[in-house]
């Protein structure tokens, strides 16, 4: 059963330590091949993508929302920034999944349901990635797969 909903915003933390990749993954990453990494989502399967892929000391991160995981049940309802801070977090993991560090992401984008949210996704990636000045990007969107849904995240990290 999963946890109960809350719409408070988590508080911005760093994740607590960076996982390190398989061997396989190294492997793979010695002889400059494209390492994947998926996680329990379940549009990742449906649609055949990967939450992130590293190709070289690129990592790209696929638009990323707050479900929790392994449903497509919307965790933080209605709360735009909980949401974008949740998926700011989980991309983060993503990239340390495939042996990149948060300091290592240089590129965000947001998209973002509505302008009336808009303020608020911009106030989590202040929270998230402030001290790292990243590149970024803000579109307001019509909506997304689920209507609870308020925040898509996507970033791009260079490892090195």
């Known amino acids: 059963m999963p946890p109960p909903q809350t719409n408070r915003a988590p508080p911005p933390k760093k994740p607590a330590t960076t996982p390190t990749p398989n061997?396989?993954?190294?492997?793979?990453?010695?002889?400059?091949?494209?390492?994947?990494?998926r996680t329990a989502n379940p549009y990742e399967k449906q649609f055949g993508y990967h939450r992130a892929v590293r190709k070289g000391p690129f990592i790209f991160v696929s638009g990323t929302t707050s479900l929790i995981e392994g449903t497509r049940e919307v965790?933080?309802?209605?709360?735009?920034?909980?949401q974008a801070i949740a998926v700011m977090q989980d991309c983060i993991k993503a990239v340390q999944s495939l042996g990149g560090k948060e300091d290592d992401i240089c590129r965000v984008r947001m998209f973002?349901?509505?302008?009336?949210?808009?303020?608020?996704v911009g106030r989590a990636l202040k929270a998230v990635f402030g001290d790292l000045e990243v590149a970024a990007t803000?579109?307001?969107v019509n909506g997304f797969v689920?209507?609870?849904?308020?925040?898509e995240v996507e970033v791009d990290a260079i490892v090195g």
């Open 23 to 37: 061997s396989e993954v190294l492997e793979k990453l010695s002889k400059d091949q494209k390492a994947t990494h």
């Open 75 to 82: 965790r933080l309802k209605n709360n735009a920034r909980a």
């Open 112 to 120: 973002v349901a509505g302008h009336e949210h808009t303020g608020e």
């Open 138 to 140: 803000a579109v307001v």
């Open 146 to 151: 689920d209507p609870e849904m308020l925040v």
